[in-house]
């Protein structure tokens, strides 16, 4: 087996393969070598053509006294996928995410706009984008969408999906595709962050409620100098714990609603909250 690989900055492979005395290839399809490469990431097509030329040597197969034998070639075109990362929505993690979670992809060329969705229950194309996720028993489920942009994706994992690796595969609606290699697991929690990049004081707030059943909003963060959000202290109060007042923190999060209730909880510099 000999490659030429002279031609190979122009896009041009020269292959030659003979087989030992005595041996031929039976009738039929084979498989006889895999090519692999790096597509350009300066390319602004999404597809590559495979072809078979006869310069500068002409294709052909022959026996082993160089009679010309009958084949075919048959070009091709490759559909080159794009990198694509997949975190979870609310803590940027891209360790494991679980099924019926909220994810965040970052890509290019995703979609040709910006839409989200304004329908329930939520569609599974939006501007002809779709995500499609394969599990590790084969099941290929289309992914609900809350959001669509060139460089970004919200969606939600499909209920259901096998534990361990699966594919997720995003195509635009002008046949751009990306693809990545995710896990997933039972669980996967995350608190979802105030300065939405899954860092710093969580998005939520809290409610005082007062023994005369009065309820009034405490704001748990406000931005600083250079706008990002900051914690603010809360007010605990001095009747707090006593039958007069009640404090409810309400955070958000994504990824524990298959979590048995009696394993989920809260911990605060180090003590577990009821």
Known sequence: FNINAAQANNGRLGLALALPAGQAL???????????????????????QISFADQPVTREVVNVNAD???????????????????????SFSATE?????????FGTNLATGIEAANTL??????????????D???VERLAPLFFVAPQQINYLLPAGLANGPATVMV???????????????????????????????????????QADN???LVTIAAPNASGQQTPLPIDLGPNLGEASDQLFLVLFGTGFR?????????????????
């Open 26 to 48: 039976a009738a039929g399809n084979r498989k006889l070598f895999t090519v692999t490469f790096t597509a350009s990431n300066t390319s602004a097509s999404n597809t590559a």
């Open 68 to 90: 010309i034998l009958t084949a075919s070639f048959t070009a091709g075109t490759l559909t080159l996928a794009r990198a694509l990362a997949n975190v979870s929505a609310a």
């Open 97 to 105: 995410l679980a099924a019926e979670s909220i994810v965040a992809s």
């Open 121 to 134: 229950p939520l569609p599974t194309t939006l501007r002809g984008t779709t995500v499609r996720v394969r």
């Open 136 to 138: 590790s028993a084969g």
């Open 171 to 209: 195509t635009s609606g002008a046949g751009d595709v990306s693809l990545a290699t995710v896990t997933i697991a039972a669980v996967a929690p995350g608190l979802f962050t105030a300065n939405a990049n899954g860092q710093g004081v969580p998005a939520g707030f809290a409610i005082r409620l």
């Open 214 to 216: 009065t309820q009034s």
């Open 258 to 274: 298959r979590a048995a209730t009696e394993t989920v909880g809260i911990t605060i510099g180090g003590g577990k909250v009821s």
